[in-house]
């Protein structure tokens, strides 16, 4: 080989050696890159990787709680629907233990009222005199109530404590605290139950009412006031069916005077050697639960109750009252009907001896009663209570007639719950208080005395 072709040989070889040097550098710069750059994504993918780790992680801890808090809330559910529930509202603030077996219930009727009373005084004496007017605000009613099971649901509880600004069918004793209910009851099953205590006595519509604010009027109907027999100390046993309940007991007192007087000790000189009460009803359609007020809301059943009640007592002759003595013997009758909106209910009484007239005198009176919802939380009312307590022989010519009209009008803001009520009240006949004054009548009611011209109540009802 000549030198001119070995020395180009070796140049080309060189050049060759060289491009392919260069080549693979430029190769290896390549894939460095590759790799760098794949390195960071997958040093990328760990990072996003472990950030949604971590969100799952907290995901299952959060849900884990959710459950948790779900289970314990189904759990209080169905504890309180079975009656276990430890605390809160049914119809009243309640404690219990979880077996059911001791439980205490709190409730509380307050009512405050404005009252303005017309009346002409001195012209009844043939005088002619001033009208006169008097008007004020009082603490009409506050009352707590604590009622409740102990040892197991068939030992019942109720005791209530009651301030009143004046005398009513139910607390006589105004001005003070008293003692209002103090019972207790033993149920048996099938509707049957004894209570012994002092409670309201069976007898009239309004006695089977927990207290003045299931009324329509926000208090007692005059007719409560002249007939009722208010609570006494004895024992009772009721039966309670789906048409029918009955309840009757025997009593300290069953009809007192003007002083309401409630035989709370054995040897309480006003104490009657006898006295019973008793009533008896018949559900025509409705629910027992209707009938535990008087007003009847839009929306409700038809319902339709008749009823009636006996009272009768025996005087002892170491009463230091000589009325007191008188062995009155009671009878009404009575019907209520619910129609959703509108009610009506009308009361009978007729009596063979009345408290401070002569025992051989018979007194009557009636009362028609009844409301209407204008709207679904105004209601318009109206009350006629007529009552001749003179009868033959009366001895007190302070005892006459007792004929008022009642007539306002209801703003529920829930129910009973919250419950404002204006009222008016007006005598039909010159004399139409004289009915004796029974536990309160006139106060009561906001009347004077038998003068009276016209009376306005405003009263605003919290209750729970």
Not at 99 to 118: P, T
Request: glycine residues 12%; aromatic residues 12%; hydrophobic residues 35%.
């Amino acid at each position: 080989m000549s030198l001119t072709k070995f020395v180009g040989l070796l140049a080309g070889s060189t050049l060759t050696l060289t491009g392919v040097s260069y080549a693979a550098v430029e190769g290896n710069n390549d894939t460095a890159t590759q790799i760098s750059e794949l390195k960071a994504e997958i040093a990328a993918l760990k990072g996003n990787q472990g950030e949604q780790w971590l969100t799952e992680q907290r995901a299952d801890q959060i849900r884990g709680v959710v459950q948790d808090v779900l289970a314990d809330s189904n759990t209080r559910s169905s504890f309180q629907q079975a009656g276990g529930a430890t605390a809160g509202y049914n119809n009243g603030f309640f404690i219990s233990s979880a077996d059911g077996n001791y439980s205490l219930k709190i409730n509380a009727l307050e009512q405050v009222r404005f009252v303005w009373n017309n009346t002409y005084q001195g012209k009844e004496d043939g005088v002619g005199g001033n009208d006169s007017n008097q008007w004020g605000f009082e603490n009409r009613r506050t009352q707590a109530f604590f009622s409740g099971n102990v040892v197991d649901p068939s030992w019942k509880y109720l005791v209530g404590m009651a301030y009143d600004a004046q005398n009513d069918p139910y607390n006589a004793d105004s001005g003070n605290f008293n003692l209002y209910y103090a019972m207790v009851t033993k149920t048996f099953g099938d509707g049957f139950s004894v209570s012994v205590g002092q409670m309201n006595v069976p007898f009239t519509v309004e006695s089977n009412l927990f207290n003045a604010g299931s009324t329509q009027m926000g208090d007692y109907s005059i007719f409560e006031y002249m007939f009722g027999a208010g609570q006494q100390v004895g024992a009772m046993a009721k039966l309670e069916k789906d048409a029918f309940r009955v309840s009757g007991g025997w009593y300290n007192i069953v009809q007192t005077d003007s002083s309401g007087t409630v035989g709370q000790s054995w040897n309480n000189d006003n104490n009657q050697s006898i006295a019973i009460a008793s009533r008896a009803e018949y559900k025509v359609a409705g629910t027992w639960d209707q009938f535990s007020k008087e007003s009847s809301f839009k929306g409700e059943e038809f319902g339709l109750l008749i009823g009636g009640g006996v009272i009768w007592q025996n005087g002892r002759a170491q009463n230091s009252d000589s009325t007191y003595s008188s062995n009155p013997l009671g009878l009404t009758a009575d019907a209520q009907a619910k129609f959703g909106g509108f009610n009506l209910i009308g009361q009978f009484l007729w009596q063979d001896g009345y408290p401070g007239t002569d025992s051989s005198s018979s007194v009557w009176g009636f009362n028609v009663q009844g409301g209407a919802f204008i709207t679904d939380d105004l209601e318009v009312f109206g009350a006629w209570a007529y009552a001749d307590t003179a009868g033959d022989g009366a001895t007190d010519s302070s005892f006459g007639t007792t004929n008022y009209l009642q007539s306002g009008a209801n703003w529920y803001f829930a129910k009973n719950s919250i419950k404002a009520t204006v009222m008016g009240i007006i005598p039909l006949n010159s004399d139409a208080a004289q009915a004796g004054n029974l536990r309160g009548f006139e106060g009561g009611v906001g009347l004077t005395d038998s003068d009276n011209n016209f009376s306005l109540v405003c009263q605003l009802q919290v209750m729970f």
